[in-house]
């Protein structure tokens, strides 16, 4: 007898899994200096918030994300059962997932900043994220549950319905979504990552913005770069070699002058 698991449950519990797979992935590889863009010293000495805390808070954030994607797939049922015995074209399935990129960057691109400028919500909510000064990949959803609730869940949930997927297509789409999400906290510069090559916005334009320098930039999340740089709050920088080994990240010259 065969257990059938509906599209909407996979939706929601697939990028969950993957998150702590490739997180657990670049937690094996994270021993390797020669890659990190902090040392692992800096990780264990510069963070304010201790590992055990991090996992309890993304589990306990996954948990009311998975809650609420059931609730919305449950709303959006029969729209979505209607358009699942529709054959989708490859150009149609590129244009909801571009679409979904560009409503999520958006979305986290206004409300992250919006969260670094009021200093109500940086203090109570959002400085829980800057706890980790040195990221690396298990904390990339360790947040405020409020941050959490609509930064993450309630952008993707826009992204879901504004792009028109189905719930087949979402599981690609947020699977994709965190994995990249992870890769940008990772902490790492590992050769041949295609997230580098492919996307401006990686783990050490991320890094950028965890450091004081930085705050105040790169707010972009988590695919393109875009909406820094039409608003001016782009940071260049360039990648020096640690003498430990490592990379830095660091903003370049007509930053350092300001």
Known sequence: MSIAISDELLGTIVPIALYWIYSGIYMCVGSFEDYRLHSKKDEDEKNLVSKQTVVKGVLFQQTLQAVISILLFTVTGNDAEASAGQPLSLIILARQFVTAMLVMDTWQYFLHRYFHHNKFLYRHFHSQHHRLVVPYAFGALYNHPLEGL?????????????????????????????????????????????FHIFFRNNSAYHDVHHQLYGSKYNFSQPFFVLWDRILGTYMPYSLEKRAEGGFEARPTKEFKDD
């Not at 319905?161 to 590992?190: E, N, Q, W, Y």
């Open 150 to 194: 609509l930064l993450d869940t309630v952008g993707g949930a826009l992204s879901f319905l504004l792009s028109g997927m189905s719930p087949r297509t979402s599981i690609f789409f947020f699977s994709f979504a965190t994995i990249k999400t992870v890769d940008d906290h990772c902490g790492l510069l590992l050769p041949g990552n295609l």
